[in-house]
């Protein structure tokens, strides 16, 4: 196993090579001077050039690269020039707050799909089914930003039930973390519906209610667990796709997270901050992949990781 997971993380730092190397041509051959952003549009040609030496930006691109690949190394990814801190400080200080949004969504989202999921599965045909596979089509459908619009309008504005902005209170984290749930939920729950109705016709299961066991008894100990491995799967495949529902939903809801980081920052052509982000989403991403394997061989002994 520990084998299995060295391999794993040396892939990860391959990934997140590749990563930071594609951040750093694309930021650079992106439209925008970050050096007449900074300086304003009154900025003379002396202070231009001057700024942009300071900045390195004179240099030759392969000569940037290889000065980056060597300070990456040593996660130094240099200061922000618009915020005058060591870029990489500014995204782990925000990196927490986005946690907390993903890590909340990603509960509610597996909970919920898990039990529409099993209801829908453990009568295939029904009317719970038919309802729980309609909703979840919807839900897929529904563009992430229109979704947090609507709970804004209902349960901000019409309701005033919750606020529709900012943080600090658990009132402020219910509806962003909803808002990147539910996209989530419907995923979770066809996935967990499919995954149930083919066990249901594993031999195993008739066996299990040949023995008196009840529907119920059936789904929940017997069913559940060989349910949840594709759930296990897509969870760990979908923390990227929630990183880029992250910087939808922050922007919307004015949540103080690396999403809204990387907005402000791509927006005002901050190159260090930008590619200290991306390497961190990258790390984040890779873990939770590895972390998803290891639970998938958990949750059936007969799977082996390959090289274990």
Same mark, same amino acid.
């Given at each position: ?10 892939? *990860? ?14 930021? #650079? ?14 900025? &003379? ?22 000065? =980056? ?11 922000? =020039? ?23 969504? +990603? ?14 599965? *453990? ?29 804004? !309008? ?14 600090? &209170? ?14 989530? +939920? ?12 083919? +066990?249901?016709?594993?031999? =195993? ?8 066991? +009840? ?53 005002? #052509?901050? =190159? ?10 990258? *790390? ?14 958990? !949750?059936?002994?007969?799977? #082996?990781?390959?090289?274990?």
């Amino acid at each position: 196993m520990i084998r299995v997971v060295v391999k794993r993380l040396l892939i *990860g730092v391959l990934v997140m090579w590749g990563a930071a190397s594609l951040i750093f041509l694309i930021v #650079r051959v992106a439209p925008g001077d970050p050096v007449s952003i900074l300086l304003g549009p009154d900025a &003379t040609q002396d202070q231009i050039k001057e700024l942009s030496a300071s900045l390195g930006l004179e240099r030759p691109l392969a000569v940037q690269y290889v000065d =980056y690949l060597a300070h990456v190394v040593r996660l130094d990814f240099g200061d922000s =020039y618009r915020l005058g801190h060591p870029a990489m400080a500014e995204v782990l200080e925000r990196l927490p707050v986005t946690a907390e949004l993903m890590l909340a969504s +990603t509960l509610i989202a597996v909970v919920l799909g898990l039990i529409l999921g099993l209801l829908a599965g *453990g009568r295939p045909g029904s009317v719970v089914d038919r309802v729980v596979s309609a909703a979840a089509i919807a839900l897929q459908s529904f563009p992430t930003f229109w979704i947090g619009i609507m709970l804004i !309008l209902v349960f901000a504005l019409a309701l005033r039930l919750l606020p529709s902005a900012g943080s600090g &209170t658990p009132q402020h984290l219910i509806l962003p973390a909803i808002t990147m749930a539910l996209p989530f +939920t419907a995923i979770v729950a066809r996935l967990t519906r499919t995954s149930v109705v083919e +066990t249901l016709r594993e031999p =195993y299961i008739q066996t299990a209610k040949s023995k008196g066991l +009840t529907d119920r008894q059936v789904l929940l100990g017997h069913a559940l667990r060989n349910s949840l491995l594709p759930v296990v799967t897509i969870v760990g495949l979908h923390m990227g796709g929630l990183m880029g529902g992250a910087v939808i939903v922050e922007n919307v809801f004015a949540w103080p997270g690396l999403g809204s980081l990387v907005v402000d920052s791509v927006t005002n #052509r901050d =190159y260090e901050v930008v590619q200290a982000a991306t390497f961190v989403i990258a *790390g984040v991403v890779m873990l939770f992949n590895l972390a998803a394997d290891l639970v998938y061989s958990q !949750l059936d002994p007969r799977i #082996r990781l390959e090289g274990s």
